[in-house]
């Protein structure tokens, strides 16, 4: 073994230490009864909360990431598949939690799509009814071109983060659409990036330097689903290798977004670049474990409502969602940062260039979610 995979191989292992409990903690946020998964401990003992789409989606990306997908028991898979198709409205085809401030968010409303139907898919099921394109819900800004365009043009990026999340979950609906119709539509789009990316940082919008690279991250989605190249990723990474040397990564986002867009960018690395960028993720991911085995979103706590986490007091945006409260706000695991972390040990293995594995102990899953049922 050369010198460079052995100093990847020891932050890998120094990576994994953090997963310790994480197993156990993810069994305890299923609940038998709807075959849903919770955000937070804090969330499963109060009847203000029930297991949720965002979550649920989440956990599954968890088992899938872990090789645990193929042990998952028949009645649990069906049970999943009957919570994400109770959850579609049989006029719109929209995927709605009971929180009624939900439906207000419009990037939550566009992203439940893409979790439920994504979800149904992976558990080899799909919706019961048409989603909202074929069901002649979709908004009237979907009807052509220059009105999707013009949705587009008016979403404001002064918080880069919020603003691209608007735009890049808007996709969804061009997502549906027949393959020679689609493309006028990208068309449009990839124009229209093009011309509002900084020339200099290669990101999009305004905010810190970590809120404008979670907005760049949030349009590489819109340029992955539709294998379309990003622009510029030359200076997107100088951008982001500035970010981590100077910037302080208090949320998972910040953590993952960065190693999310290396991997997608494939950009040539040094290994010097490479072995600061892995260990800068790695002693970040520490700062966000909870004794309860799961990881924070945030360092002093974890978010009460992830819809409204992007916007911080001291960065203003006009459009601030209604808050979707699915935990107490305390300083414990939660889902949205759990399944980012595994996703960053994929990542970084990706981008060390060694084969990922599941992470330690993932198979002890089964024995803890069957101490649960019980």
């Given amino acids: 073994m050369n010198s460079e995979k052995k100093e990847m191989l020891e932050i890998m292992n120094e990576l994994e230490v953090n997963f310790d409990g994480f197993f156990q903690w993810l069994a305890g946020q299923y609940d038998p009864v709807t075959g849903g998964f919770y955000y937070a401990r804090s969330s499963i003992k109060d009847n203000r909360f029930t297991p949720d789409i965002e979550s649920t989606a989440q956990a599954l990306n968890i088992l899938i990431r872990n090789d645990l997908l193929k042990s998952l028991p028949e009645e649990i898979r069906q049970q999943m598949i009957v919570f994400f198709q109770r959850k579609q409205d049989q006029n719109t085809g929209y995927f709605l939690d009971e929180n009624p401030a939900m439906k207000k968010d419009e990037v939550m409303v566009h992203r439940a799509i893409n979790y439920s139907a994504g979800s149904l898919r992976k558990l080899g099921s799909t919706p019961l009814y048409p989603l909202p394109l074929e069901a002649k819900s979709a908004p009237e800004y979907v009807a052509t071109p220059e009105t999707y365009l013009k949705k587009w043009q008016s ?139 799961g990881f924070s979103r945030e360092l002093d706590h974890s978010p009460p409502a992830p819809n409204v986490a992007q916007v911080k007091k001291n960065e203003l945006y006009p459009d601030m969602p209604e808050p979707v409260c699915l935990g107490k706000g305390l300083v414990e695991g939660d889902m949205n940062a759990s399944t980012q972390a595994t996703l960053i040990w994929l990542q970084c293995h990706q981008l060390a260039g060694l084969q990922a594995k599941p992470i330690k102990d993932s198979e002890t899953f089964y024995n803890f979610l069957q101490q649960k049922i019980v």
């Fill in 155 to 293: 979403i404001d990026l002064s918080n880069s983060w919020r603003g691209c999340d608007l735009l890049a979950t808007s996709c969804v609906y061009i997502g549906e659409m027949e393959e020679s119709l689609q493309q006028r539509f990208l068309n449009e789009a990839v124009k229209y990036l093009a011309s509002i990316q900084d020339p200099e940082t290669g990101l999009w919008g305004e905010g810190s330097l970590y809120v404008r690279i979670s907005g760049t991250f949030k349009l590489h989605t819109f340029y992955s689903r539709f294998n379309i190249p990003m622009p510029n990723t030359d200076l997107i990474y100088k951008s982001i290798l500035h970010c981590l040397r100077t910037e302080e990564a208090f949320d998972m986002c910040y953590i993952r977004n960065p190693i999310n867009l290396l991997s997608y960018m494939d950009v040539s690395i040094p290994h010097k670049e490479l072995k600061e960028i892995l260990k800068i993720t790695t002693d970040n991911v520490k700062t966000l474990k909870r004794t309860d085995g």
